[in-house]
């Protein structure tokens, strides 16, 4: 049952409004300790909003005494993806059968760890992904030396954040990981193959799933294919996927772009 009181204590508030109402007070001046843990009045409250959508959020959020903490934008984005589900419990019924009594515990455990009551993620017995193209071992100097930050904001047209990526790229030597959540510039595409195959240079790419379409779109527009990408390795990934108790999920994204030249120089931002 979603709408419960959280912790049954009736009339109290939920710890992101406890904690608003504290800051809101200008007389209160003793410092909050940080509470890192689990939220079950978010997980009521989501969990609601995938099976009853927005109204049935509310209300859970409201008998909660909580924030109404998700934004348009991430309700949008559970509705679009909250139509999958597991698979039917009665469809997996005849496989459960053949396993032998232990096993069958084992598989029903599973089961039920795979729901939004879980505070742990599941552990996987599938190895990562090889790093077949090779990848330097950290040069000294950069255990030693001094780590310097530069800042580059996008009003600044004497150092675009784009130029000073493709210059990082021309530069590149030993390798070059990059993880993207949008990847559609034919020209930083075209310098990664040359640092790829003219070059030489190990090239490890890292694609938002959802958005790996436009990848491929692109890479249509200039009639690549694989043979063009001898030297560089392109995976997709999503984020973390949530799964309610009801059965529903959703997964969510990589919302970042992060470059990594040589094991030396890292950029991150917008460009």
Known sequence: QFHRSYGGQQGVSGPLKSRLEQL?????????????QHSETARLAIDAFLEQGERGYLSAITEERELPFLSTLDMEYMSCQKNQSFPDPNAMKDKEADLGDADAGDGSSLNSELTSGTYFPLMSDVHPPELELGWPGTPLFTVSGQTQATVIFQRNKANSIKDLLRSLISRARTV?????????????????LEASSRRHVPVYLILDEKYLKHFVEMCNKMTLTQD??????????????YYSKAGKKFTGQILEKFVLIDCDQVLAGTY
């Open 24 to 36: 809101k007070k200008p007389w209160w001046r003793e410092p909050t300790p940080l509470v890192l």
């Open 176 to 192: 070059i990981a990059i993880v993207m959540d949008l990847f559609t510039d034919m020209e930083i595409l075209c310098d990664l």
């Open 228 to 241: 063009n990408f001898p030297n560089m390795r392109i995976r997709c990934v999503s984020g973390d996927t």
